[in-house]
Nanobody, 117 residues
Framework: QVQLVESGGGLVQPGGSLRLSCAIS????????MGWFRQARGREREFLAG????????MYGDSVKGRFTISRDNAKNSVYLQMNSLKPEDTALYYC??????????WGQGTQVTVSS
């Protein structure tokens, strides 16, 4: 079973930055696109960013476009999310998983990001 472990969250002031990491282990097979998602309290899970396996083509949700950057290291089975210019509305539990979401594996525990002064 594939396991996803997200890390790197924390408390940051508005305008600050964080870099999230996602470690992927287990029988993933090759050629899987990955994404970052988040879920704020009382809200549905939201797609943030995706990256393809072979060409590392990226795509972003409107709410984070221009502020967040997704990247991956296939050799390390890892995916990253660089988050800049953070806003209080970015506060949420952040998850990584396959993209599109309909192909998702079991969800990990996520990593909490809190943006507050």
């Amino acid at each position: 079973q594939v396991q996803l472990v997200e890390s790197g969250g924390g408390l940051v002031q508005p305008g600050g930055s964080l870099r999230l990491s996602c470690a992927i282990s287990g029988p993933t097979l090759d050629n899987y696109n990955m994404g970052w998602f988040r879920q704020a309290r009382g809200r549905e899970r939201e797609f943030l960013a995706g990256i393809t396996w072979t060409t590392a083509t990226t795509m972003y949700g409107d709410s984070v476009k221009g502020r967040f950057t997704i990247s991956r290291d296939n050799a390390k089975n890892s995916v990253y999310l660089q988050m800049n210019s953070l806003k209080p509305e970015d506060t949420a539990l952040y998850y990584c998983n396959r993209y599109p979401e309909r192909y998702s594996w079991s969800w990990g525990q996520g990593t909490q990001v809190t943006v507050s002064s």
